[in-house]
């Protein structure tokens, strides 16, 4: 399944975006990509710190015909991340279920996930903020970036290319498979 790509240099929050798009009777599969955030939203109303230089993307699509809930989404979602950039940074990476990726307990990745109805149709939005070339310093958790991971600048043209792609592979997949198959293909 493709999904399309909408780039922008600023936005309050790419989540926000998405919701926008979907009320403009945007229906297909979208990814949407911002260079800055100056709002970006964590779980339970956090702010997540969107500093520039960094990864900053929502992806929508419809679930009304998908044998999958919006739970198990949570931890498929998760799966599908962190093997995507697994393949990036060839390293260990855990997950803080059910919406952070860290590695040796820092956090480099948050992920967001709402549901919204419009036109009797509900659709999901997965907003991914991952730290690739900046550490925000956050009080409330020790966070990091790839680019400390790896010990050199992460190309978020790759990252961002990988992850598009992953999702166009996993969409597919969603059509097929039953959670547990899609949780046991992600491990």
Do not use: C, H
Not at 68 to 83: D, E, G, H, P, Y
Not at 84 to 101: A, C, E, R, V
Not at 134 to 149: A, E, R, V, W, Y
Not at 156 to 174: A, C, D, S, T
């Amino acid at each position: 399944m493709k999904i399309n790509l909408k780039k922008f240099k600023k936005v309050k929050s790419t989540n926000d975006i998405a919701i926008k798009l979907i009320k403009r009777n945007i229906s297909e599969p979208t990814l949407v990509l911002s260079e800055k955030q100056t709002k970006g939203r964590g779980t339970m109303g956090k702010k997540w710190i969107s500093q520039k230089g960094n990864l900053f993307i929502s992806i929508f699509f419809k679930i009304n015909q998908m044998k999958i809930n919006f739970r198990q989404f949570s931890i498929l979602n998760a799966l599908v991340l962190k093997k995507t950039i697994s393949k990036s940074i060839l390293k260990k990476i855990k997950i803080k279920w059910p919406n952070d990726l860290l590695y040796e307990n820092r956090k480099f990745s948050g992920i967001l996930q709402e549901v919204i109805n419009y036109n009797q149709q509900n659709y999901l939005i997965i907003g991914l903020g991952i730290n690739t070339n900046i550490d925000p310093q956050n009080k409330s958790f020790p966070s990091t970036s790839l680019k400390n991971i790896v010990k050199k600048k992460i190309d978020n043209k790759k990252i961002l290319k990988n992850i598009k792609k992953g999702y166009e592979k996993f969409l597919n997949e969603v059509k097929t498979n039953s959670f547990s198959e899609l949780k046991k293909k992600y491990r």
